[in-house]
Every structure is written in structure tokens, then in C-alpha cells.
């Protein structure tokens, strides 16, 4: 009898030990046919009901009881693959997902994806790339940041501007990481074109509230931008030729399976196109013209897997606009322009640890700079030369090194953890002089000097689940060291979502943040002169907390549909004082320029995408409201913030007809721009004049000037905004490449949209004296932008 005690206890201690027993299955998910590493794919075990995502570099780890698993990997526009694996030991499994053209005609059952009701966070939108190039575009150049703007809670910051206002922030609150490297600059030609070469990435997340704790030092929003990595199996190209610029990618393995390349670069061509003509005018005047217009991109990626645990990335871009001209006329020279550009570098190494650690070590540098030249050079007689130079530099240049790691404990707990240091350097502006005439020589700085500062960071966060309820909790802790000042910040962050039975998703966050640099800006253009500065001993940190509430579900396993509201309370928002401009009085300190204050944004958002299928888009519909505070703009009232806007309202859409013919269309409607107007106007300095005619009379009259009283600030609304863009691309596949044509048309119905107002004078005709009748004052909005057509050129090989 003893021993079936013995045999009974030992048999249950074993099947104990068996059911207790776990096993973690680990790798990476990547694109078959470009080896491609696929960020956010699910991995999901049906028999446990267990499953994780990949991370930025397409790692997942999974761990599960020992015991059958039937294992399902799928991403977006991929075949699902299905996995039936004895689960014993722990496994490294790597996964190459084949590319479907239309996921329609793929079973239900392979369609299986994170589905946003399942996900913690929100407020994140991801925009598949391929869908951001079907947008129509402004002049036919795809762009990244116009198609964000789209988006509900974004607004633009004027017509063709590609400025990002998020929730009631400004363009300096939003963290936009390339490749995970932030870009300070990001337009072209005045804000027109952003600087981003949709050939060139791979994936757009933007996030505008319930931030994860490893993000920080922007209060509004964080845009990460992945570069591609380049195809490791074979090798390919793509480009386009268009009426602004042209464009080419080349991609492919230097060692297949192991190394791979990529190299993408853009340029306009409008200087090669006109400087003939320029300068065939110019020497029939006699005088030489030498004019250069232009921007540029270049991205540059090198990949290496040593092995499944080791892999190294270096990255780089750079760009510039280049407006110049040199005029010179026999012994005399003017010449005068302005340039500003940005260069980006990351070297990244990734590391397995072990099958449930996994590291990311990055070294970055990021440098913009503008200057602004004016010079001239005259040939005296007796063969000197006088010359006079004005060059005005700003710019800002970042050092920085940080290491990030992903711990899957279990399916239940997906934990991040990581630190940072970022050197700054700031150039907030200065004149350079240099001036020769006879004997007498000028040489010398105006403005302000550079300022260096230290920046670090250090946070936690676990996405939790427990049953239906998932909580991603975390802190981020940063310091900000500056001319002997240090300011320290600890920011909580929690995000929370219950699934209820109906597969809906109530959603909830919380989080704080804190921002160490500031733009000095016009609320109008993006302009050269604008200014990154930072926190000082008299210029406070900004701060922002944003609490955000919403319901989410999934409908028909194809539409997203998520309706969100939000409350963000900022303080020590940077402005300004009236009156003042940087360029005016370059000799006296930035900080007495300035002046800080509050603001307040809330509102709703209305979300639907469908992301998959012929027919793609989304409707965004935002309600919102912002304002402004500061003790020494308009009095010390809250006013309307510039680009405060009750309503945006915009539709996407974009169908496949065949193989050969596609279209796109999308229609935005906005509120218009909130600005100041004067509301009266009273004489001033009255004086008395007369003058006596050569027939001896005499003539008296009155003389005075006129001051203009402004209203509250922004207390006025232009009309409101709305257009309609559409396009239509006709593809053909050739022997050796796919080429394309796109045909489109921005504005369509030529609406004309206000840009700026100005101030005018109507009457209702003369009389017989020929003086005005009825004479007043009015204000007129002018507008830029007709309808604009454009035609592209594309190929792939």
C-alpha cells in the first residue's frame, strides 16, 4: 500500500511539475522577400490565448507552459504563417512573412493582427506607408507630414505649410525621432515640403497623448520615422521624376543574408531649369548673374547580423536649401541668401541577451544650422577693394548615447527600461561683421554667445494584463543642467483599457511631461530665423499633464473606430513679448525678449481607419478648443491661441480599381485661423500748416497721425478653410520594371482658401469733385494657392 502512496504522490508531483514547467519561444519577424525587419507583428498562441508584438527591430519573446502550442505570426498587407510547435525547450525561432497584394483573398483566419481595442495605448496612430503615398500631394510630392495633418488632433499651420499642432501645442512641443535621432528642422522652402523621403522609411507612429514612459522631453506629441534597412536578398530601385523634384532609392545586399544597403536621394531642379534663362537676361543688361535655388536629401543605411543575437545599424542624412544669388557688374559685386540644413547620424547596436532580454545601444548626433549672408565688393581706382560682409548663424548640435532593453518575463508583463545622456549645444544667434574700406577694417560678433548643456534621462514602464484589464505604468526621470542651473523632473505615466465583451474598449490615461528647449518662432511661416533655445535660470522648464478618455473597437475585422476626449494643461509656454522680434536689437539677450505664460487645449476625436483591402482611408473629425495666458501679451487675458480651430473635419480615401488603374481623394474642412485686427483707430500730434499761392491766398489746413487701436488678441476668424485634392495612377509592369504615372490635382475646385489679410480702402465711387463717396476702411484675405496640377513619373526594378 505504501508504495502506491509513493507512486501516487510522485505521478502528481510530476504532472505539477509539468504544468508548471515553462518555456520561452523567441526571434524575430521580417518580410521575406526584402528581409525587412517588420515592427509591431503579432505573435499569438490560439491554445493559451497568449500573445506579444515585435519590438522597433522585429524581436519578440513569448513564453509559455510546456505543452502544444499553435503558434500565428501576422502583420499588416502579410500572409499569416502558423507555427505547430511540441513546446519543451526554449526555441529561437525566426519568421519570414510573404506579402499578399490584396488581403481580401486571404481567409479571415490569416488576418489576425493587434487590433487597437486590444492595445493599452492610446492616442497612437500608425499610417501604413504605402498608404501616406496613395494621399494626393502638393505638387505631386509625397509628404509625410501633410498626410499627419490629416489626421484628427493635428492642424496644420497654414496653407502648404507642413507645421504639426498637436492638441493645442506648437511645432518645438512635438519629438520627432528619425530612426530614433531628433530632427530639429524638418521643412523645405519655407515650410512648404517636409524633409522626409517617403521612399526611404518604412514605418510613421505618431502618438499625441497617454505617452509610455521611455518617451520624453516634448509635451505634445512623439513622431518616431524608421529609415528601411535595405533589402538583404536582392537587389532594387525605385525613383520618380516630377515638376518640383526628382528622386532615386537603390537597396540590396552587399552580403546576403547578413549585410545590406540603402541609399535614397532627392533634388529640386527648378535652379537647372531657370538659371539659363537668368543669365542670358543678365548679359543682355551687361551684368552677370550667378542664382542658386534648391534643396536636397540624401538617407543612407548599413545593416550587419553578426548572429541572431548581434546586429549593427548606421544611419545618416542630410539636407539643405540652398537660396542664393551673386549679382556682379563690372567692378562692383553684391551677393546675398540664405541656407539652413540638417545632418543626422545613429549608430545603433542590438543585442539578444538571453531568449527574454533584449538590448538597443544608440549613439546619435544631430546638428542644424541656418545663416543668413549679405555681402559686397567694389574695385576702387587705384585698385583696392572695399568690402562689407554680414552673415547671420544660429543652430543647434546634439551629442548623445543611451541604451534601451525589452524584458518579457511572461505573456502577462512586457517591461522596458532604459537611460540616456544628450549633450546640447545652442547657438541662439549672432551677426558676424567684417567690413574693409581704405584703411580702415570691422571685424567683429553681435548677438548672443553659444550655450552648452547636459541632458539626461532615465526610465521604467510594464505593460501589464491582468484578465481583461491591461495598465502600462511606468516613470520617466529626466535632468537638465545649464550655467550652473539644474533642474530635475520626475513624470508618472499610466495608461489603462478594459475589454468588455462586446470586443469594445474603454481606454483611460494619465500622463506629465516636461520639455528643456524651446523655439523661438513668428506664428506665421516656418522661417529661418526661428530659434531653438534653452531652459535657463530665468527661463522656467515648460511643463504639461493630459488626462484622456475613449472607447475603441474593431467593426467588420476591417474598420478601426476609436472616439477619444482629452484635457492638456501646459505651463511656462514660451512667447514673444509685444512688439519684439529677434532680428530687432541683436546686441541685447534673448531672455529679455521673451515671456512665458499658460495654455489649455481640450476637445473630442473621432477616428476611423481601414487600413486593408481595394479600398483604404479614414475619416478624422476633431472638436477642439486652445488657449493662451501670459501676464504680458493682450493684457493678461486668455485668448484664442493662433491656430485654434473648432472644427477639423477630414476624408481619405483611396480605392484599387485593377492592377493598372488606382485613384485617391481626400477633402479637408477647418475652422479658420483666429487673428488681431485693429478695432479703431484716433488722431494724434495735431498740427496747423498754411501756405499762400502766387495769386496771394492763403491756404490753411490740418495735419495728424493716425494710431491704430488692435482688439483682443486674436479675437477674429478668417473663413473657413476647405478643399479637395485627388489623383489617379496608371501602373504598368514591363519586362525589367513596374513603371507608374500620377496624375493629380491639389485645391481641385479651386476654393480660395485665406492666407493672410490685408488692410484696404472701398468707396462707392467719386463725386464731380472727384472726391470719394462713402470712403471706408476694410480687410481683405488673400489667398495663394489655385488649383495646382501635377504629373509624376515612377518606376521600380
Sequence with gaps: MQKYVYTLIFCLGFIYHSSAQKYTISGYVEDAETGEKLIAANVFDAKSASGTITNTYGFFSLTLPADSVELSFSYIGFETQTQWIDLKENIDLNIRLSSVVALETVEVVSDRYERIEEETQMSRIDIPI??????????????????LQLLPGVQSGGEGQNGLYVRGGSPDQNLILLDGVPVYNVSHVLGIFSVFN???????????GGFPARYGGRLSSVLEINMKEGNNQEFHGEGSIGLVSSKLTLEGPIVKDKTSFIVSGRRTYIDLLLN???????????VDIKPQLYFYDLNAKINHKFNDNHRLYLSAYTGADVFKNTVKEDDYKVSGGLDWGNIISAARWNWKINNKLFSNTTLTYSKYDISILASQEELQSDGSTEAFTAKYKSGIEDFAAKIDFDYHPNPQHYIRFGTSATHHEYSPGALVLNATFEDAQLDTIIGSQNTNAMEYALYAEDDMQFGAFKINAGVHASAFSVDNQTYFSVQPRLGMRYLLNNNVALKASFSTMTQFINLLTSESLSLPTDLWVPSTSRIKPQQAWQVAGGVARTFLDEYEVSLEGYYKQMDNVISFREGASFLLGLDADWQDKVTQGTGESYGFELFVQKKKGKTTGWIGYTLAWNNRQFDEINGGRKFPFRYDRRHDLSIVVSHEFNKRISASAAWIY???????????????????????????????????NEVESLGDKNAFRMTSYHRLD?????????????????????????????????SATENDGRNANGEPINERRVFKEISILPIIPSVAYKFKF
Design 130 to 147: 504605402e498608404q501616406i503615398k496613395k494621399v494626393p500631394a502638393l505638387l505631386g510630392e509625397v509628404d509625410v507630414l501633410k498626410t
Design 198 to 208: 517617403a521612399d526611404a522609411i518604412k514605418n510613421v507612429t505618431l502618438t499625441k
Design 276 to 286: 539659363p534663362i537668368i543669365k542670358s537676361a543678365g548679359r543682355q543688361e551687361g
Design 670 to 704: 477647418g475652422t479658420g485661423n483666429a487673428i488681431t485686427l485693429p478695432i479703431y483707430s484716433y488722431p494724434i500730434d495735431y498740427t496747423y500748416n498754411s501756405y499762400t499761392d502766387n495769386n496771394g491766398n492763403m491756404f490753411e489746413f490740418e495735419n495728424f
Design 726 to 758: 485627388c489623383s489617379i495612377e496608371f501602373h504598368k509592369k514591363k519586362k525589367r520594371f513596374e513603371r507608374t504615372w500620377v496624375i493629380g490635382a491639389y485645391n481641385t475646385y479651386w476654393h480660395q482658401n485665406p492666407y493672410y489679410v490685408i
